[in-house]
T-cell receptor, first 116, second 108 residues
């Protein structure tokens, strides 16, 4: 596997379900991100982990719970979601300064989530 | 927020040159990035600017003027496969702030 992978690619869940999204990066990066992308809206940053510590929680409802067990893996745990949470959830990784090098983000293919 | 503004949609002809603008209002940032996103796919990195001026990468170039709060992405020799959304993003201390994107339609 190369780059950033996400599973599952598609998920349909009811409002009372609990599910988890998984992201894995094979790039040796030290920062990982969760984004939400809804139709006709900018990418919304949800969470940032740098060196496995959460450095950003962008006023995200508590029904979304991130977990970063190591620098290569990132999870987003979902419970009691609402229909308006239906969106594409994208994971990304980057190599943050001051480690040096280009620090653009590499995105995974996303999980298309539908809440019914 | 960073108030990042991009035109919603543009149309250009195959073989032509197109400039996609991005304006922003922020007091400071580390870098400005451009991403390409085809429908149904993840964004992919195109170019970034830290300092003012032009960065050239093949058919794509990006320009930044911090004093004017302005950047643009220049696409030369347009191809049909360039039809996609183009996202401008500011990077500031672990955070990326994205614009809504510009949907570019390339016609024959």
């Amino acid at each position: 596997e190369t780059g950033v992978t996400q599973t599952p690619r598609h998920l349909v869940m009811g409002m009372t379900n609990k599910k988890s999204l998984k992201c894995e990066q094979h790039l040796g990066h030290n920062a990982m991100y969760w984004y939400k992308q809804s139709a006709k809206k900018p990418l919304e940053l949800m969470f940032v982990y740098s060196l496995e510590e959460r450095v950003e929680n962008n006023s995200v409802p508590s029904r979304f719970s991130p977990e970063c067990p190591n620098s290569s893996h990132l999870f987003l745990h979902l419970h009691t979601l609402q229909p308006e949470d239906s969106a594409l959830y994208l994971c990304a990784s980057s190599q943050d300064p001051p480690s040096g090098g280009p620090y653009e983000q590499y995105f995974g293919p996303g999980t298309r989530l539908t809440v019914t | 927020g960073q108030n990042i503004d991009q035109p919603t949609e543009m149309t250009a002809t195959e073989g032509a040159i197109v400039q996609i603008n991005c304006t922003y209002q922020t007091s400071g940032f580390n870098g400005l990035f451009w991403y390409q996103q085809h429908a149904g796919e993840a964004p992919t990195f195109l170019s970034y600017n830290v300092l003012d001026g032009l960065e050239e990468k093949g058919r794509f170039s990006s320009f930044l003027s911090r004093s004017k709060g302005y950047s643009y992405l220049l696409l030369k020799e347009l191809q049909m496969k360039d039809s996609a959304s183009y996202l401008c993003a500011l990077y500031n201390f672990n955070k990326f702030y994205f614009g809504s994107g510009t949907k570019l339609n390339v016609k024959p």
